[in-house]
């Protein structure tokens, strides 16, 4: 049996949730997979209502009062004590900053195999499960064959996988809602409300629609270009690391292997060459647009629609377009 834990936040579901339910189906040999959600009373519940749309064995719904808000420490005990009881083979989540803090603390009290930023699985040649991650920022990939007993802890690049790739259930899932074996006094942080270092800050790996300037764009008094666009398709304004860098945009708005991993249903890249640092993170959209005077920058390769040309040009003829 395969667990998938899913992540919510007041009953709502994170889109990279069902990517990972889409990695689970995708895995051979029809393991039934069992979906996991924890928080506290009512919104574990809503979320694990809408997880029941999926083609899948069971949706446990974890409460506990100590599971929200989210801390590490609740988290991992819920965790443990859920997995000690269903004796999966493979634990899967998506690879998000909340769970980049609690599964390696996760996988330690276990004492069992880590693999962190997945975007594939086979099955090797004597018909074991092999993950395939990215190395050295997506110039190589390897396959990996965790070691040790299982289960076997695995996270999931955002963009592997296809939120509408995960298979639907003609019927609905059963749903169970179980109490989590956890000692509220046991949870050492009190957390705050979620930090938002100013208005404009965003989870880009949840936004369907990204416009996304690079150097091209020349300076910041030209930005005005971009966000014309973006406001035009209702869509997110991100940038590659020089632009952050240079302060024009807030370090949020970075997509690329030090920035946010990103795949929205639509991705415009402005005036972005396309170096790998940047490519792995926003190769899992589902369409590509490139908009570059360069006809061999390396963003073409990977676009689905390319247009060689001045942005300054294309990019207010777009505008007048879609606002007409």
């Not at 009290?109 to 099955?123: E, I, N, Q, S």
Request: proline letters at 7%; hydrophobic letters at 45%.
């Amino acid at each position: 049996m395969i667990l998938v834990v899913a992540e919510q936040r007041g009953g709502t579901l994170n889109r990279a949730s069902w990517e990972t339910i889409a990695a689970a189906q995708h895995i051979p040999g029809g393991v039934p997979i069992v979906v996991a959600v924890l928080g506290g009373s009512g919104g574990a519940t809503t979320a694990a209502a809408q997880l029941a749309a999926a083609a899948v064995h069971e949706v446990v719904a974890v409460e506990h009062p100590s599971l929200e808000p989210y801390t590490a420490d609740g988290f991992t005990a819920a965790l443990q004590s859920l997995i000690g009881q269903l004796n999966p083979t493979s634990v899967l989540f998506p690879h998000t900053y909340q769970t980049r803090d609690f599964v390696p603390k996760l996988a330690a009290r276990l004492d069992r195999a880590l693999l962190t930023d997945v975007t594939g699985t086979k099955p090797s040649d004597d018909g074991a499960l092999v993950f395939v991650r990215p190395m050295f920022q997506g110039k190589l990939t390897a396959d990996v064959r965790p070691q040790g007993p299982a289960p076997h802890l695995v996270t999931f690049q955002i963009g592997s996988y296809r939120p509408d790739a995960a298979a639907r259930g003609s019927s609905p899932a059963p749903v169970k809602t179980v109490a989590a074996t956890l000692d509220g006094a046991s949870v050492r942080q009190r957390p705050d409300q979620p930090y938002q270092e100013a208005r404009q800050a965003v989870d880009l790996s949840q936004a369907e629609r990204i416009v996304s300037v690079g150097r091209g764009i020349k300076g910041q008094e030209h930005l005005s270009v971009a966000q014309a666009l973006a406001d035009a398709l209702k869509a997110e304004l991100a940038a590659s690391r020089p632009i952050c860098d240079a302060g024009w945009l807030p370090m949020e708005r970075q997509v690329g292997s030090s920035g946010q991993t990103v795949a929205p249903k639509l991705y415009v890249a402005l005036g972005i060459s396309g170096a790998i640092q940047h490519l792995v993170g926003m190769k899992g959209s589902n369409v590509i647009v490139a908009i570059n005077k360069d006809p061999d920058a390396p963003i073409f390769e990977v676009a689905d629609y390319g247009i060689v040309g001045d942005l300054f040009e294309v990019v207010p003829a777009l505008v007048k377009a879609l606002n007409e």
